[in-house]
């Protein structure tokens, strides 16, 4: 079964740019536009992701950044990237300016570091399970 | 070959920051701990002139045995010895044990008062209670008690002076018919009577000064107390409106950059191939699109940078020791792929040293300046990165030196003001946002950096910066030798 990706984003050229480059390299992706949508789709079984990219400031300043701690602490399985325009500067944001093992990358989406990045991710989660 | 200096001094705020995080009991702890200190200290200064004095009476011991004082003083000897050990207690009790219910810092103050007050007694005691000035040290105790006390506790302080100057007093005068040694030494001979009445007198004066000096300084103690709660949250207010305005920033930035960051993205799938073919006129026309819409997104982000850095108030900006070597490799690692598209290639040499700076800050002063040498150098030239240790005076030096186009000797004082334009710079680097080295000169200021710069036209830059305090690591010979990293094009 190919990994499965949740992508949270308000913005919906860039829902659509991600959804474009993970489909096509045999990902399957859950497109959703606000933070709830994919906290409520974490009820089904069959949708859990094995990853998720979020979008830091949806809908609140830091929306992404609260969703993370909640399925962090709920699914520590479930690997994260932050997908924000600010890039680095969202840092002082995050507690204890955790470097290790928070992932962030800058917007625009860059099929090949995205790609990169994911498969990563997923050897990383693949390693330690 | 021209060549400036520059130094930005700036107001060192650390400390008040630190106090403002503290809770304030925290806070009043730490002064009074501070202050306790300075009393032992004080404590030791007194003991020592006690002790120097006691061998001047013990070598001149024959001159005072012809002014009549034939009896040999115990009690100061006695004085010493209590003050020694309660200064070692009191240091003791700050540095060795727990901090608990009975060993608060007001506790330790309190004993240290207490034991003060008792030897106080003694002195005026043997010194003279009423035929002496000594009883108005009595009032340094009242003032110190106000201004570190509560104004309730201070009047307790206050009520004990009066019990134990007046307890001396009496026993000077009525319980003790030998006379005291001040009498001896000035010969003042009064009728018993007349001695007790004075001493009555003298009793009640100096009970009203405590009263009136406890009123005064816990008053004016009170009003300065007040002053600094009002600056106190004065400077709570300053940090809320600093990170408020910090996420306007960011807020700000996110809105302008995430359209251009949206088509940035699509522009991106377009060049990999995720739309379908394009020819080669539509690919050149994107990428021409693409380096527009990134200078763009820089230029955003940079002013975010800007405005961050000018707040120090921000929890990021804290001091802590940074190793150069790794620093200097990272924006080496990261500004590899810019200096390779423009055919530069980057030598480092690194003798490495410790300093303390805020490590974000220190990235975004190197990484600003390199990319600085990298835009205005000429093709296929190199930009030579070196870090220099003065291991005497305990200073460094890093220098960046570009190959490149120079800046003019009219231009050099003005190269750090904020959207300085040169129109030669401008020429060269089409996307100058002008604000590049603002933000170097503020992290320099922040860090108590300093920098100079030598130039000259069409020939080169050399940015030097200077770190005037640094520290060694642990095991490390002279030069580290590193290979030179070349990123030029073969």
Not at chain 2, 190 to 207: H, N, P, T
Not at chain 2, 244 to 269: C, F, G, V
Not at chain 2, 384 to 408: L, M, W
Request: aromatic fraction near 8%.
């Amino acid at each position: 079964m190919p990994p499965r990706i949740a992508h949270v984003d308000d913005d919906s050229d860039i829902r659509e740019s991600v959804q474009r480059i993970l489909l096509k390299n045999g990902y399957e992706v859950d497109s959703y536009l606000s933070m709830q949508e994919f906290i409520d789709s974490l009820q089904d079984e069959t949708k859990k992701p094995d990853l998720a990219i979020l979008d830091v400031m949806v809908e609140s300043m830091d929306a992404g950044l609260t969703t993370y701690a909640k399925i962090h602490k709920q699914y520590p399985q479930i690997q994260t990237i932050f997908l924000t325009s600010l890039g680095d500067m969202i840092r002082p944001y995050f507690e204890d300016g955790s470097h290790e093992w928070v992932c962030i990358m800058e917007k625009p989406v860059e099929p090949i570091s995205l790609m990169a990045t994911i498969n990563e991710r997923l050897k990383k989660a693949g390693e330690a399970a | 070959m021209a060549s400036t200096e520059f130094s930005w001094n700036k107001p060192n705020t650390q400390s008040v920051l630190l106090e403002i995080k503290g809770d304030k009991l925290k806070l009043s702890d730490d002064v009074l701990i501070s202050n306790i200190r300075w009393f032992i200290t004080f404590r030791w200064i007194l003991v020592a002139t006690l002790v120097f004095f006691e061998i001047l009476m013990l070598s001149t011991s024959d001159a005072l045995m012809q002014l009549g004082i034939s009896e040999q003083q115990k009690w100061p000897i006695a004085i010493i010895i209590v003050l020694i050990v309660a200064n070692i207690a009191y240091i003791f009790a700050l540095d060795h044990c727990k901090p608990g219910k009975y060993n608060s810092p007001s506790t330790n103050l309190w004993i240290q008062i207490i034991v003060d007050l008792i030897c106080l007694s003694v002195v005026v005691h043997y010194i003279g209670s009423t035929s002496t000035p000594i009883s108005f040290f009595y009032v340094l105790h009242i003032a110190l008690a106000c201004i570190f006390f509560s104004t309730r506790e201070s009047l307790y302080v206050t009520i004990l002076v009066c019990f134990m100057d007046s307890i001396v007093i009496m026993i000077d005068n009525f319980l003790i018919t030998q006379a005291p040694l001040s009498t001896l030494i000035n010969n003042q001979f009064l009728s018993e009577s007349a001695r007790k009445d004075g001493a009555l007198i003298w009793m009640f004066f100096l009970d009203i000064l405590f009263f009136v000096v406890w009123y005064v300084v816990s008053r004016l103690s009170l009003i300065v107390r007040a002053h600094e709660h009002h600056l106190l949250d004065a400077y709570r207010k300053i940090n809320q409106a600093q990170v408020e305005k910090d996420q306007y920033a960011l807020l700000i930035t996110h809105q302008l950059k995430s359209p251009l960051d949206a088509i940035r993205s699509k522009i991106n799938l377009i060049k990999e191939g995720y739309l379908g073919e394009t020819t080669l006129e539509i690919s050149t026309a994107l990428e021409q699109i693409d380096h527009r819409a990134k200078n763009m997104s820089s230029l955003i982000l940079d002013l975010l940078r800007l405005e961050r850095l000018k707040d120090t108030c921000l929890d990021t900006a804290v001091f802590e020791y940074v190793e150069i070597q790794s620093a200097l490799q990272k924006c080496i690692e990261k500004l590899t792929p810019v200096a390779s598209s423009k055919n530069v290639a980057l030598n480092l040499s690194i003798e490495n040293f410790i300093c303390k700076v805020i490590p974000d800050q220190l990235e975004i002063l190197i990484e600003n300046i390199i990319t600085n040498a990298i835009t205005y150098s000429h093709e296929n030239t190199s930009v030579e990165i070196s870090s220099k240790v003065d291991r005497n005076n305990f200073r460094a030096n890093i220098t960046i030196t570009d190959h490149g186009i120079g800046i003019e000797e009219k231009d050099l004082p003005n190269i750090f003001n904020e959207y300085f334009y040169s129109p030669r710079a401008a020429l060269h680097n089409k996307a100058s946002s002008g604000i590049g080295l603002s933000i170097v000169k503020i992290a320099a200021e922040n860090n108590q950096l300093k920098i100079k710069v030598t130039s000259e036209p069409g020939v080169g830059t050399t940015f030097t910066v200077a770190f005037s305090t640094i520290e060694f690591p642990a095991a490390t010979g002279s030069a580290i030798p590193i290979p030179l990293i070349n990123t030029s094009l073969s």
